[in-house]
């Protein structure tokens, strides 16, 4: 990723500055080629006014100033067709070199030709003057013949080799000035050396700063990559660093951590799992079969049908101890939420009513305050109560009241024994996995030691909650779940 990383930033900024370089290039050729017409324009009105000056009487010496540069590249056209003034040079750098064409016959006076002629040295292709140059013409009418004759003269001025002058008509000339690229030249020629050497230069430099930003960037995904290498099945507490960077690494490890800590969760689950189980049915199932061994060690003398009952007895408490500890073992994130509505009223109700028909023991009632739905799986609810009856009847001395209440927005549902209680130090302690508050709380007087634990984690699953409270006797287990939006 970090070689990716430097060869797409290097790429990209090979790209951009290439394209900057060529875009701005450009920009500045033809910024200063503008430049140069505009000056070679007024160059070309300063020659065209020094023909009107001269012939207006500044003679001879108005012409020799008309050119201030000695590099023109000029030629001067009667209406004949005919060149009156060419600059050296042209004959020069193109040997069969022509003249222009006269401005047309019916030309106005701020008449302009923007034009393009190719000078071809000839045996000298690789000349820097053989190229196309932008040529400018004006005209300029009524020039005396003594500023004009003799035609076809070659020179650095409009004067040079002017004779002695004749008595012809005044004539029209056209005036042709050459846009010289000399200066555009150079100055993208020093353009393009400039750009030669910084370009290379922020083409390495960024390389690097991606190269290095990259692999700082990096480092909390290598940390990330080498705390995920050392967790095992046996170390599954270990955490990655988290990089205060506020960016998508930061958010990475947020959520390998999470992963990490539901990993972790199942996986103590799992082990919570088997040491239950190892721990709760050794002993139903060594009692089973020490019984066995016995009935059938003495056949003869084994009461069979007691043993069937026994071993029934242990056999439904093996069943009952599975269940709870497969309930428990579920992950309640990955339950579904409660989809129906039950009346906790009528769960109530039906379990008061089973206490009834029982045989001894302390007296169920309950007090039930009219309806109270409550969003959940009637077979859950009934039995969160179930197990919590069970618990109030195991240690009640005579009564055990079923109280069912409405708030605003929650049903409490409270069961209240007259039993020896729960001391204040225990009352978290007893929603504990087998959890003993004393010898007399044996398995053979009670149940599995995970009522109260499994009643709480249905309350939990069904949004609400479970919890011990003072009472004037007795334990008072008070269970509060939402009402149906």
Do not use: K
Request: net charge negative.
């Amino acid at each position: 990723m970090r070689r990716s990383t430097a060869l797409s930033a290097t790429l990209l900024c090979i790209a951009v500055f290439t394209l900057g370089w060529l875009g701005t290039r450009q920009f500045v050729s033809d910024q200063l080629s503008n430049s140069a017409v505009n000056r070679t324009d007024a160059e070309l009105r300063q020659m065209t006014d020094a023909y009107s000056v001269a012939a207006a009487g500044g003679g001879r010496a108005a012409l020799a100033a008309g050119i201030s540069s000695g590099d023109a590249l000029f030629s001067v056209v009667a209406d004949s067709g005919q060149a009156v003034v060419t600059s050296p040079d042209l004959r020069r750098w193109d040997p069969a070199w022509s003249p222009l064409p006269p401005a047309p016959a019916d030309a106005a006076p701020n008449w302009l030709a923007i034009t393009s002629v190719t000078l071809r040295p000839g045996a000298h292709p690789g000349w820097r003057e053989y190229r196309s140059y932008t040529v400018l013409g004006r005209v300029v009418e009524h020039v005396p013949a003594a500023l004009v004759e003799p035609l076809g003269r070659e020179g650095f001025t409009l004067d040079h080799g002017l004779g002695a002058g004749s008595g012809a008509a005044p004539q029209r000339l056209t005036v042709y000035l050459f846009v010289l690229p000399w200066d555009t030249l150079r100055t993208l020629t020093l353009f393009d050396e400039t750009l030669l050497f910084f370009v290379p230069l922020a083409v390495v430099l960024t390389a690097l700063v991606a190269w290095y930003t990259a692999g700082r960037a990096l480092q909390p995904v290598e940390a990330i990559r080498q705390e995920l290498a050392g967790v095992s099945g046996s170390r599954l507490d270990r955490r990655v660093p988290v990089p205060r960077s506020r960016d998508e690494i930061e958010q990475l490890a947020r959520t390998t951590n999470e992963t990490l800590e539901r990993l972790q969760q199942a996986h103590d689950q799992q082990e919570q799992f088997v040491a239950d189980a190892s721990h709760e049915l050794r002993s139903p199932l060594a009692n089973l079969r020490a019984a066995l061994e016995v009935a059938l060690t003495h056949p003869d003398r084994a009461d069979w049908p007691a043993v069937a009952h026994r071993s029934l007895d242990d056999v439904r408490r093996l069943q009952r101890i599975t269940a709870d500890l497969l309930q428990l073992a579920a992950d309640p994130a990955e339950a579904a939420p409660p989809s129906g509505v039950v009346d906790l009223a009528d769960v109530v109700a039906e379990q008061v009513a089973e206490r009834a028909l029982g045989t001894g023991g302390p007296v169920v009632r309950s007090v039930v305050d009219g309806p109270a739905p409550v969003p959940g799986e009637a077979v859950q609810l009934e039995r969160l109560l179930r197990n919590l009856l069970d618990n109030a009847v195991r240690h009640a001395r005579t009564t055990v009241t079923v109280t069912l209440g409405r708030t605003a927005d929650e049903v409490v549902l409270e069961v209240l024994d007259d039993g020896p209680g729960i001391p204040p130090g225990d009352r978290e302690r007893v929603f504990e996995r087998f959890a003993r508050l004393d010898d007399a709380r044996t398995r053979d007087a009670g149940g599995s030691g995970l009522g109260l634990t499994l009643a709480r984690d249905i309350a939990t699953r069904h949004g609400g909650s479970l919890h011990a409270a003072d009472s004037p006797a007795g334990a008072r287990l008070i269970a509060r779940l939402p009402r149906p939006q």
